[in-house]
């Protein structure tokens, strides 16, 4: 009877941690993704409901369980730690995956800033040739002055919007498939569309910010085995 107690104390404490601790649930969504083939958004709300000594049984916000099983199964619970570092790491190299998750968004800072704000007025301006032609608002306030100027971005607008467009497309794609999936960004998701949307605008300087996430949670991950 008391052996039956302390396991029964040593797992609810696994499923504490496991839904408290954010590296924890970086996990279980992993989990989900690579051994239930679940997709990164329906994983996105990954929650332990139970764990045996040869499974876990994981829910992601509906009444459905999904279980992932600890094969062979653990002799103790001691071995917790381990084996389920050992499926993470599974679950990363099968899907392609960084044990690093970002889970933030950060907006455009000093000259950043600058370039999103322009980038933004170019893609506004450039959308149509008829803002650089009379009667358009940019042409009767600004560029009546500068015809020669207006003319020669009228000239030159279909080519420079198909180029801009093409360009920040690739960047896009780069985006979701090198950055966002790889560091566990869940598709569709609010945050998969901050980042997207930056990048659609500023392109580069949005993958430098990103970038500098990835950076200082590889830092703190180091930190903390010290």
Known sequence: MEQASQDEAAKQRIVK??????QAKDSLVRYLEHFCHLT????RNAK????????????TGGSKSHLVPIQPAMSSWTEARTRFA???????????KSDITIKEYTRPRGFSAVVFVAASINFVAFSTRSNFQPGSLLYDGLLKYAKGFAGFCSMIQPALITFMVVVHAVEVVHMARGRLTKH?????SKLW????LDIAIEGVFGYMRFDGL???EEEKKANAKH
């Not at 941690?17 to 954010?22: E, K, Q």
């Not at 566990?184 to 569709?188: E, I, K, L, M, W």
């Not at 569309?193 to 997207?196: E, F, G, L, Y």
């Open 48 to 59: 332990l409901e139970d764990v045996t000594l040869d499974s876990l049984s994981i829910t």
């Open 86 to 96: 050992a499926l993470d790491g599974e679950a990363v190299q099968g899907l392609g």
């Open 40 to 43: 990164s958004f329906r994983a």
């Open 193 to 196: 569309w901050k980042w997207m």
């Open 184 to 188: 566990s960004v869940p598709t569709s």
């Open 214 to 216: 990835v950076k200082k």
């Open 17 to 22: 941690h496991m839904n408290a601790d954010h």
